[in-house]
């Protein structure tokens, strides 16, 4: 079975600095899918970013992008120049290429301070 | 347009007691899921369903049931509430192929 696994159950960053969030994940798939979803005081799930096992570059919006190391089965996230806003928990999750199913780690709550 | 939309968005139930919650969606999709948040345990699989009439058993199924009569609604059911049962609980859903998931805002439920 499928598990991701979030080590840092939670992180501070200062305001207008880089944090780093970190994601491993265990699967005997070679195609598969992941995501990073931010879970604000609102409780909202929002997707931040998604990446396709199979594409080599790693994904990026705005702020955010992600290091996919695929043979060390490692997916980070990576928030450029916090704000406030960022202020919540991060969930990364796992889907395998077909599958129904989304796989989510325990989540980490990131603190921005200012 | 409104998404995934859950109701109702907060509850409160005694040892026993059954309830449905509903969640509906505007955006014609196939699959729906039904998680449980819980504190230090991210999101668990309670049920899904991939079609109108339809469903399958998640990670953590054990006294719920749940109903897809219609394509936009699916529906989670505790027939006896249980304390163990209190929770957040989310709805998803999301069209076939690559697309992510879209959650609805969720239902704090408590059971005392």
């Known amino acids: 079975a499928q598990t991701v696994t979030q080590s840092q159950p939670e992180m501070s960053v200062q305001e207008a600095e880089t944090v780093t969030l970190s994601c491993t994940y265990d699967?005997?798939?070679?195609?598969?899918?992941l995501f990073w979803y931010k879970q604000p005081p609102s409780r909202q799930m929002i997707l931040v970013i998604r990446?396709?096992?199979?594409?080599?570059q790693n994904a990026t919006e705005n702020r955010f992008s992600v290091n996919f190391q695929k043979a060390a089965k490692s997916f980070s996230l990576k928030i450029s120049d916090s704000q406030l806003g960022d202020a919540a928990m991060y969930f990364c999750?796992?889907?395998?290429?077909?599958?129904?199913?989304?796989?989510f780690g325990a989540g980490t709550i990131l603190r921005v301070k200012s | 347009n409104a998404g995934v939309t859950q109701t109702p968005k907060f509850r409160v139930l005694k040892t026993g007691q059954s309830m449905t919650l509903l969640c509906a969606q505007d955006?014609?999709?196939?699959?729906m899921y039904w998680y449980r948040q819980d504190p230090g345990m991210g999101l668990r699989l309670i049920h899904y369903?991939?079609?109108?009439?339809?469903?399958a058993k998640g990670e953590v199924p054990d006294g719920y049931n749940v109903s897809r009569l219609k394509k936009q609604n699916f529906l989670l059911g505790l027939e006896s509430a249980a304390p163990s049962q209190t929770s957040v609980y989310f709805c998803?859903?999301?069209?076939?192929?690559?697309?992510?998931?879209?959650f609805g805002d969720g239902t704090r439920l408590s059971i005392l």
């Open positions: 998803a859903s999301r069209i076939q192929g690559r697309q992510p998931q879209h």
């Open positions: 699967t005997s798939e070679s195609d598969y899918y």
């Open positions: 990446q396709e096992a199979y594409k080599q």
């Open positions: 999750a796992y889907r395998r290429l077909g599958g129904n199913k989304l796989v």
């Open positions: 955006m014609n999709h196939e699959y």
């Open positions: 369903s991939v079609g109108e009439g339809t469903t």
